[in-house]
């Protein structure tokens, strides 16, 4: 099997390469594949505190491969259901992970792509790079949770913008939109994002877990579920060995040091 994925662990960090340089990233079935098993790993292995996400060559990814939905055996209808089902598999766990991903967009996310960079809890984009929703233009709509996150990250107004129109979106807009939380100069995305990495590593991962579940809660909680989630979150983070050093460190005034 082709190596459609590559992985590189430095430190605590897991570095995820998209590898299909020649056909810009595209998913086709055995790279979706090979995403959803390397980030389940990842969720599980004690040695990652944080995976940051990007591609190969020119291009972070440009989405589904249209021509490898097109030449699917039962039809281009069929062919995207199951890229998407393999795909979702892969945000899913992005969502789920209790460990910070971000993306590293060193060239143009598209389709997919874009839609896999918003799952990613962080992004750094080079200033060249651009995000692209592309879906809509191909006469397709978007999938890979982009519904979800694009409205929660630009606003109602501004996603639909982006839905209806898919004009390109170049760094410094996408900065400005909040879609991306800072621009890197070109080729120094997975350097900037490996910093961030290493100084969310530093801090406590199971800190940051209990907040990305509890923000992604939110969308769908009442105020007063929400808090008594919040109650209820900050007892087990009191208990765990992260929020006991913690405090130890704060009594001690001193700097904590979580494993």
């Not at 692209?132 to 913008?161: K, M, W």
């Not at 995305?189 to 406590?204: P, V």
Request: charged share 20%; hydrophobic share 45%; proline share 2%.
């Amino acid at each position: 099997m082709s190596e459609f994925v590559k992985v590189n662990q430095e430190d605590s960090v897991c570095v995820i390469t998209l590898n299909r340089p020649d056909a810009f990233n595209a998913f086709n079935l055995s790279l979706l594949r090979q995403l959803a098993g390397h980030l389940t790993a990842c969720a599980v292995d004690k040695s990652v505190r944080a995976v940051v996400i990007t591609g190969n060559g020119r291009a972070f990814c440009a989405g589904g491969d249209l021509k490898w939905a097109l030449g699917f055996d039962g039809g281009a209808a069929a062919g995207f259901h199951t890229l998407a089902s393999q795909f979702h598999l892969a945000v899913l766990e992005i969502r789920r992970m209790a460990k910070p991903v971000i993306a590293a967009i060193n060239g143009v996310a598209a389709g997919g792509g874009f839609s896999l960079a918003l799952a990613c809890d962080f992004r750094v984009i080079g200033k060249s790079a651009k995000l692209v929703q592309a879906y809509t233009s191909s006469g397709l709509c978007i999938d890979g949770g982009g519904t979800f996150a694009l409205p929660r990250l630009v606003g109602l107004a501004r996603a639909l913008e982006i839905a209806a129109f898919d004009e390109p979106i170049a760094a410094d807009k996408a900065l400005q939109w909040g879609l991306v939380n800072s621009v890197a100069d070109n080729g120094q995305e997975l350097e900037k994002s490996l910093k961030m990495a290493g100084r969310l590593c530093r801090r406590s991962v199971h800190s940051f877990a209990l907040c990305k579940q509890l923000f992604t809660d939110s969308y769908h909680t009442s105020f007063e579920t929400q808090m008594e989630l919040e109650r209820h979150a900050l007892a087990r983070a009191a208990e765990h060995p992260d929020g006991q050093e913690g405090l130890a460190a704060f009594a001690e005034k001193r700097k904590p040091e979580f494993n």
